[in-house]
């Protein structure tokens, strides 16, 4: 007993100071100078300390109330790559050669592993934001609901670049978030996580903006760092302002053990928008590009190019016959500013760009001998990136039922397989499998009809009979390849 109470004194002598304070002030002090001139100065600003002890504490327990029921966990079984099992290449002659021969076959499957990670519903038919690392690589995700009902969750699409996944749930009048708006967000407010950690469902923690705009080595996501608690199992979960908006999406944490240290940082709700919007409509994500390579600018650069400050990306190279070259933008530019957004730190200039729809025209304020100046550039599409991978899971309605999970080629993998297909499967089980059909098959056309993005390969197969013939490019050979469905 004595601990605490030996706790409670400086907040006790704390008031008693401020109630003799209030006393004198009030008890025929007001007739001297001294007290008149305390009577026309300013009033003073409450300490931390005082307004601790006054307790001025945000409750947040009616945010939860109201849109604690929209988060949901998300529980995955993930069916893990084969492993290669065969010894090296011997030749019979060499003394290893019977050691290396007993270790079986060529590829061992290993068994299923289980994954648990957060998600909160945007829409009441049974849209679910996550993180894309979340579902990755799961062959089955089910999504939890607070009152403990379960749906089977197919995976519209995600993003690796941005780490945002689109679920899809078959339910109706489901409770949902509010999307806010994280442009006005600032370092030092309240925030609020709902997820999952370590299992424990609907955990709520909260804590403050540290930093906005965060680069974390992915130059398309402007990370808003926060020190909440967030630990494993938080991945894909919403975080709050004191409004009860999500202004984004829980990602990554900074740690030296795989627990909370302090540092946590989630995607931008905006960011994300983007990402589902695209994928719901397109089944892909399109990012502008403008063909440089940036630098950060530092108070030597600046003095150089006898900038004021250290602001802008500075251009180090320019990508012949790209969108910036054909512009006019040379390497030593500043960039300085995207459509009116100023850029402070290099890193801010490839999210503004990657967002603009490539075939616009951007407005580039640039540094250049000692003056801005303005440039208009066509933006170009950034290709190389495996932006979107669909998963089929048993209730998919069209690639569940041919057992293929198949994602859209890079521009780079394109290039390499000489392929003009646009998607290839990245895994393979049930009919499609029994067919012959193997994982890294470029798919080229379903049933005649030529195939170029996951919505129209969707969309094929829906209309496709119980036969579903697959034109696939396989190494320099275009085959068919029957696939029979039962059902």
């Known amino acids: 007993m004595n601990t605490p109470l030996r706790r409670l004194w400086p907040a006790m002598l704390l008031v008693l100071l401020v109630s003799c304070t209030?006393?004198?002030?009030?008890?025929?002090?007001?007739?001297?100078?001294?007290?008149?001139?305390?009577?026309?100065?300013?009033?003073?600003?409450?300490?931390?300390?005082?307004?601790?002890?006054?307790?001025?504490?945000?409750?947040?327990?009616?945010?939860?109330?109201?849109?604690?029921?929209?988060?949901?966990?998300?529980?995955?079984?993930?069916?893990?790559?084969?492993?290669?099992?065969?010894?090296?290449?011997?030749?019979?002659?060499?003394?290893?050669?019977?050691?290396?021969?007993?270790?079986?076959?060529?590829?061992?499957?290993?068994?299923?592993?289980?994954?648990?990670?957060?998600?909160?519903?945007?829409?009441?038919?049974?849209?679910?934001?996550?993180?894309?690392?979340?579902?990755?690589?799961?062959?089955?995700?089910?999504?939890?609901m607070t009152d403990r009902r379960e749906y089977r969750a197919k995976v519209v699409g995600f993003d690796a670049r941005t780490d945002v996944a689109v679920l899809k749930i078959d339910a109706t009048k489901l409770p949902v978030v509010r999307i806010g708006d994280p442009q006005g967000l600032k370092a030092g407010e309240w925030v609020v996580a709902i997820g999952s950690p370590f299992g424990f469902e609907n955990s709520v923690t909260a804590g403050i903006v540290s930093a906005i705009a965060r680069s974390l080595g992915d130059t398309y996501t402007p990370f808003i760092q926060t020190d909440v608690a967030v630990n494993p199992g938080n991945s894909g979960g919403p975080l709050f302002n004191l409004q009860g908006e999500v202004i984004g999406i829980n990602s990554q944490i900074y740690s030296r053990t795989g627990g909370y240290q302090g540092v946590s940082f989630a995607i931008p709700i905006n960011v994300a928008m983007n990402v589902k919007n695209q994928l719901v409509a397109t089944g892909r994500v399109q990012r502008g590009r403008i063909g440089v390579v940036i630098q950060e600018v530092n108070q030597a650069l600046a003095d150089s190019f006898r900038l004021s400050r250290p602001r802008g990306a500075l251009v180090s190279q320019v990508e012949e016959d790209g969108p910036a070259d054909d512009a006019g933008l040379k390497p030593g530019d500043v960039i300085l500013a995207v459509d009116g957004h100023e850029i402070e730190r290099s890193s801010e200039l490839p999210p503004l760009v990657a967002a603009i729809k490539p075939g616009k025209d951007a407005k580039l304020t640039i540094w250049r001998d000692k003056a801005e100046r303005m440039l208009r550039v066509k933006v170009g599409e950034l290709e190389d990136e495996p932006a979107v991978a669909l998963r089929s899971t048993p209730n998919d309605p069209a690639t569940g039922k041919l057992g293929l999970a198949v994602r859209p080629l890079t521009g780079e993998e394109r290039q390499r397989l000489q392929t003009g297909g646009r998607l290839v499967v990245e895994d393979v089980d049930g009919p499609a499998a029994i067919a012959g059909v193997e994982p890294g098959d470029v798919i080229l056309a379903v049933n005649g009809t030529q195939v170029a993005s996951i919505v129209e390969f969707r969309t094929a197969v829906n209309a496709a009979g119980k036969t579903v013939a697959l034109l696939i490019q396989r190494d320099d050979a275009e085959i068919f390849v029957p696939v029979r469905v039962d059902s």
Do not use: K, W
């Open 22 to 144: 209030e006393r004198t002030g009030t008890a025929g002090d007001a007739a001297t100078p001294a007290a008149a001139m305390r009577e026309t100065a300013a009033p003073a600003v409450a300490s931390p300390r005082e307004t601790m002890v006054a307790g001025a504490l945000p409750n947040f327990s009616a945010l939860v109330d109201a849109y604690g029921p929209a988060v949901v966990n998300v529980s995955t079984v993930v069916r893990q790559r084969p492993v290669d099992r065969r010894g090296p290449e011997l030749s019979p002659d060499d003394p290893f050669y019977e050691f290396f021969r007993g270790f079986g076959g060529p590829r061992a499957q290993l068994p299923p592993t289980r994954g648990e990670g957060s998600g909160f519903v945007i829409s009441a038919d049974g849209y679910i934001l996550t993180n894309a690392h979340v579902v990755e690589d799961a062959r089955e995700v089910t999504v939890r």
